[in-house]
């Protein structure tokens, strides 16, 4: 079908209407059928790194001024990128298929034979940012899953995502499938974006990943239901019985690695009764790296170089960079105190000695991920071995947490009888 780019409204229509076809069309599609595509996907993103490398740096230099270093991580490919891509493919191509599974089963009084089995969504709206390797990931995920879906990138990684999304659908249509069960919205419009929230009548779920400005716009425009992926305010609580050395590895790596993700580091909680020298010790570390600390009149007292945070609610703030908030807590339930007013919910790390403390946080803090002595950068979909992820959710309903094939599944109510009637 001949796609009009520049009327939005057939547009929108055109994609939910193909989505919601194809992704009729995926229920039936075997196993082996979708690991076949899925190799194929692998395969030829490696063959073709040269052409993903020039597209990814055409949007580069077209946004190397308008981002930030961070944001400009996030859109950069290179070999190891695309190979963690080709990589990935070839993980979830070998997955146990999500589908068919038997969640429950028994037999009910009357004899009729009742179970609850593992099905697809049908078709997904995935919104995304400025990463060109989540169109790989969030196609991936949602085929194995059995789902069509519309993928809306970040017009910065149009480029790169369009040659990507066009080698999956090449590989679909090359094995005899349905070529829209993977599609790309070309058109950067937001207004677009609009038009294809309201669609509820052909796309089953959205999935939001990005800042916290998109994800509240979606959920306040959207008549689909919506999974969100709200930002990663996740903090690291250091206990007075924590290894320093521990401490000061863990919190190099959950701030610095990289800046730009959702599960960096964002506050650095200290148990008031640490040795003081130790907290100099580890912010020096920090701040030696280009760390920034804001914080508290407390903080700015006992640490040199801590910038004012102004209002308390200034520590809900995702810095994505080489910045972060500092406070002083008494003890584990202080930093339990603390995250639960100023968490988004997404992943929070303790480093301790103290059983009695590791127990405490990791019954006490309400995150989709909690880190007992870890870096908090472990909260990922390919780290917890579900090959990749569409995002790490941080509702409560259907799915928490990073998610993988599974989280794409919802389930449905099989009754067999031998002629029953209700009485």
Not at 174 to 191: I, K, S
Not at 380 to 408: C, F, N, W
């Amino acid at each position: 079908m001949s796609i009009n780019y520049s009327n939005l409204e057939q547009y929108a229509d055109e994609l939910a209407n193909l989505a919601k076809k194809a992704g009729r069309n995926l229920r039936t599609v075997s196993a082996e059928k979708k690991a076949q595509v899925l190799r194929l996907v692998a395969e030829r993103i490696r063959a073709q790194k040269s052409e993903i490398l020039a597209e990814n740096a055409k949007d580069c230099e077209a946004f190397k001024d308008k981002l930030s270093e961070a944001m400009l991580d996030r859109l950069t490919l290179n070999d190891a990128r695309i190979e963690a891509m080709a990589k990935g493919a070839e993980e979830i191509a070998e997955f146990t298929d999500p589908l068919g599974r038997v969640l429950e089963s028994r037999e009910l009084p009357n004899g009729i034979q009742i179970s609850r089995v593992s099905v697809p969504m049908g078709a997904i709206f995935f919104i995304y940012e400025s990463r060109p390797n989540v169109t790989i990931d969030g196609a991936c995920l949602c085929f194995k899953s059995g789902n069509a879906v519309v993928l809306r990138g970040g017009k910065e990684s149009l480029n790169s995502s369009k040659f990507l999304a066009g080698i999956f659908r090449k590989a679909l249509a090359d094995c005899g499938l349905d070529q829209d069960a993977v599609q790309l919205v070309e058109n950067p419009d937001h207004a677009l974006v609009t038009l294809l929230l309201q669609k509820n009548e052909a796309l089953d779920l959205v999935i939001p990943r990005g800042g916290e400005r998109l994800i509240r716009a979606v959920v306040e425009q959207s008549k689909i239901p919506v999974i969100k992926h709200f930002n990663g305010i996740c903090h690291v609580y250091v206990d007075k019985s924590a290894d320093i050395e521990m401490a000061r590895e863990i919190l190099i790596n959950a701030k610095t690695q990289r800046t730009g993700v959702c599960n960096a580091m964002e506050c650095v909680l200290f148990d008031r009764a640490l040795n003081k020298a130790s907290v100099l010790s580890l912010v020096k570390t920090l701040q030696d790296k280009g760390v920034e600390f804001f914080g508290d009149a407390e903080a700015q007292k006992e640490i040199t170089n801590v910038q004012d945070i102004g209002d308390d609610a200034n520590y809900h703030h995702e810095y994505l960079a080489l910045k972060a908030s500092v406070k002083f807590v008494d003890g584990v339930k202080g930093a339990c105190d603390h995250i639960e007013k100023y968490s988004s919910r997404h992943t929070e790390a303790i480093v301790a000695k103290d059983t009695a403390a590791l127990d405490y946080f990791a019954a006490n803090v309400d995150s989709s991920s909690v880190m007992l002595n870890a870096s908090t950068r472990f909260a990922d979909g390919g780290q917890y071995g579900l090959g990749a992820e569409v995002g790490i959710s941080t509702d409560k309903i259907h799915a928490r947490g990073p998610m993988g094939v599974e989280s794409l599944c919802t389930y449905k109510w099989i009754l067999r009888g031998t002629g029953q009637i209700r009485q």
